[in-house]
């Protein structure tokens, strides 16, 4: 089967992996002004009373030059428009700083629909794994820019502040310390059998089945058909 499109192609309360990266690969994300800006951005955003944002985050890592993010998404019209809102404000203040102009990101972001709560457990895992797979560091904990430390250890920096629990995570067990530590089990479970493959491997634990993504796929766009004017 051909790949299939990962463009922008979420259902009213899915979960979504989104990811973004730098035009040309360039460091768009490189130092720590640049990650706390752009995560300022985002909480701005997330907390303005102007806007509905039309999404929760549940999980994030933002590396040099790219990032990921895991949203639960209630309204996918107000959160596309949230995405191009926190972007623009982003690629403003980078070519401000830069003295430079023209696109900061490659592309449009990438919206990954995520089939299950399984399937999203493993993206967390995968999100929060990155600074590994990239030899940042050996040990996720020690990663400052991502929400590891959160889900494994309870350690919330002031710019987690938006982010909130996906249901699997809460039934992982019945306290806060309980469901930390099967956390930390699963995560070092899954770095045993995945940790230092590359996305091509990943594939289909990265972004789902073919089948069930096409199956999808087919539901998003009769859903926009139905919502969009003539």
Same mark, same amino acid.
């Given at each position: 089967m051909a790949r299939l499109p990962r463009s922008f192609t979420v259902l009213p309360n899915s +979960?979504? =992996?989104?990811?973004? %990266?730098? =035009? $040309? %690969?360039?460091?768009?994300?490189?130092?720590p002004g640049q990650k706390a800006k752009y995560?300022? *951005?985002? $909480? @701005? @955003?997330?907390?303005?009373?102007? #806007?509905d944002v039309g999404c929760a985050i549940h999980a994030l890592c933002i590396m040099i030059n790219h990032a990921h993010e895991l949203f639960r998404v209630t309204k996918p019209p107000e959160f596309s428009k949230h995405m191009r809102r926190h972007h623009s404000r982003y690629?403003?203040? *980078?070519n401000k700083i830069n003295g430079r102009c023209g696109k900061v990101a490659q592309d449009r972001p990438k919206t990954t629909l995520i089939a299950d709560d399984d399937h999203e457990m493993k993206a967390?895992? #995968?999100? =929060?794994? $990155?600074?590994?797979?990239? $030899?940042?560091?050996? @040990? /996720?904990?020690?990663?400052?820019? +991502?929400? =590891?430390?959160?889900? /494994? *250890?309870?350690?919330?920096?002031?710019?987690?502040?938006?982010?909130?629990f996906p249901d699997w995570y809460l039934?992982?067990? %019945?306290?806060?310390?309980l469901r930390q530590k099967r956390y930390r089990q699963l995560f070092a479970a899954y770095l045993k059998e995945f940790g230092r493959f590359k996305q091509s491997f990943l594939h289909k634990l990265f972004y789902g089945p073919d089948l069930w993504m096409l199956e999808r796929s087919l539901r998003v766009t009769a859903w926009y058909r139905e919502h969009t004017p003539p």
């Open positions: +979960s979504v =992996h989104k990811t973004w %990266r730098g =035009h $040309n %690969r360039e460091p768009n994300l490189g130092t995560l300022d *951005f985002l $909480n @701005d @955003d997330m907390e303005s009373k102007k #806007y690629g403003m203040y *980078f967390v895992f #995968y999100i =929060h794994a $990155n600074p590994i797979r990239a $030899n940042i560091v050996k @040990d /996720a904990r020690n990663y400052v820019w +991502s929400t =590891h430390k959160l889900y /494994a *250890f309870g350690k919330k920096e002031p710019w987690m502040r938006n982010v909130t039934r992982l067990g %019945r306290n806060w310390k």
